[in-house]
């Protein structure tokens, strides 16, 4: 049977050789910096442009607090409505999330579609899921996206004219037609994925009855992470320079240099603000990560902000439960930024610069990984000075903790720790 869902995928813009113009919208908060806000409008142009559709124009403007009825103010809405007519856009786009009221009023002004970043986001995921889980977990984040968004006797106008951004997926008049349908999808969803959910516990049950460790490859998107699998494994997965190319995990069989083989696994990218419902949705495909002995995380060294990319991942593997895998961090894309990627090694102990492209730094990485997975059966003893939370921190990121306990002038810390982090932390170690 195909969803409504699935019927509406098949319109996308670019089919049809149409791409939407749009204007990006901004709100710079009170503790945000005007620099920030530009950087934050480049990524969203990026998505935009993934989703199929232009920049044509961008709008700021500096709040203490969002207005409740547009976000910005009155006279900036007024004035963006004129920006729509002078260059002709079909639609707007914030970088801050509107609230469904929010939403219909700018609509309602502007006469045009108004949409938030999450609704791009979840526009490229619906783009690019292709198996059934992935088709599903998309289906379930549009859906909890657009049920209080239903506005009852909203005409089908609008945000249905150009079957562009943020339309693709169940169509408005349907949803309007029968709310509790939707619920209904919903949960049944819910019990599909849940489903699915388990024959994946049960694959990995089965893997990990095999005895071989798990590696998985995590990173913001368009970091190269397929590519280091590709490379790695010629696992041939399918590698674009498009924001969120892979949702669908793929694990392939890695053997290391002189030790036993890992299973190495891609996930979906991440990005700075992902949107909640699709961590909650994608949480079956994220645990990849939460249940794997390592984290390959992978950077692009020749990124704007780097440093701001590995705090957005770090933050979402948070969310997911995988904190407490150990991780590598992987300077990727070095031979477009050989500096910066020198730079970045150099302020981050224990990880290395690559490139996927050349191959370049490869066969130090296997050893590092080699190194690390060998480590998951060390234990090493440190006692950690109270005020060394600093010291407490890198334990907790480079190895896994196994037990911690309170002494009088320090913190005894038992953890899996590879050979060259417990060789960095050597003036802490006790017993090894
Ligand atoms: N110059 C250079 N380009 C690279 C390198 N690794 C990947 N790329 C390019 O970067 C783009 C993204 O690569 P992917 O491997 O699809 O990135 P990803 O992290 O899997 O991205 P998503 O799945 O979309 O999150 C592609 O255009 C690659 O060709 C590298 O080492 N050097
Ligand atoms: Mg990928």
């Known amino acids: 049977m195909t969803t409504p869902y699935q019927e509406a995928l098949g319109s996308t813009l670019i089919s049809r050789g149409v791409r939407e113009r749009i204007i990006l919208v901004a ?20 998505l935009i442009d993934t989703a199929g559709a232009d920049e044509v124009g961008r709008i700021t403007q500096r709040r203490d607090a969002p207005d409740s009825t547009f976000y910005i103010g009155k006279g900036k809405a007024e004035e963006l409505r004129e920006l729509c007519l ?13 609230s469904p009221a929010q939403q219909y009023n700018l609509e309602k002004l502007l006469g045009r579609t108004a949409l938030d970043r999450t609704a791009v986001i979840l526009d490229i995921f619906a783009q690019n899921a292709h198996t059934l889980e992935g088709k599903a977990q998309v289906e379930l984040a549009l859906l909890r996206y657009r049920l209080p968004r239903i506005r009852k006797g909203a005409k089908a106008g609008l945000s249905q004219q150009g079957g562009g951004i943020g339309t693709r997926g169940p169509g408005e008049t349907k949803l309007e037609s029968d709310r509790r349908r939707i619920g209904e999808r919903i949960s049944r969803l819910d019990r599909e994925l849940e489903e699915l959910q388990k024959t994946r516990q049960e694959q990995r049950k089965g893997r990990a009855r095999s005895g071989l460790g798990s590696v998985a490859i995590v990173g913001y998107t368009n970091a190269g992470k397929s590519s280091l699998l ?54 079956s495909t994220l645990e990849v990560a939460a249940m794997s002995d390592l984290l390959v995380h992978v950077v692009d060294s020749s990124a704007v902000d780097p440093n701001g990319q590995i705090a957005a991942v770090r933050e979402i593997l948070s969310e997911i439960g995988a904190a407490h895998v150990p991780e590598l961090l992987v300077f990727n894309k070095a031979d477009l ?95 090894k």
């Open 86 to 98: 002078a260059l002709d856009a079909d639609t707007v786009v914030f970088d801050n999330d509107l």
């Open 230 to 283: 590709n490379r790695l494994t010629s696992a041939g997965v399918l590698v674009e320079n498009r924001l969120f190319a892979t949702l669908d995990p793929t694990t392939r069989r890695l053997a290391l240099p002189g030790g036993e083989p890992v299973l190495l696994s891609d996930t979906v990218g991440f990005v700075r603000r992902l949107p909640h419902g699709l961590i909650e949705a994608f949480k």
């Open 27 to 46: 709100a710079t908060l009170a503790q945000h910096s005007d620099d920030e806000t530009q950087e934050s409008l480049d990524e969203l142009a990026r």
């Open 337 to 431: 930024e050989p500096d910066q990627a020198k730079r970045l090694v150099y302020e981050n102990n224990g990880s290395v610069a690559v490139s996927a492209l050349t191959g370049e730094g490869l066969d130090e990485l296997l050893l590092l990984v080699g190194d690390r997975m060998r480590s998951l059966t060390t234990v090493v003893e440190l006692l950690v000075p109270y005020d060394r939370g600093d010291i407490v921190a890198t334990v907790h990121r480079e190895g896994e903790v196994v037990s911690t306990a309170n002494e009088e002038n320090a913190m005894r810390i038992r953890a899996r720790l590879a050979d060259a982090s417990a060789g960095r932390l050597s003036e802490f170690v006790v017993v």
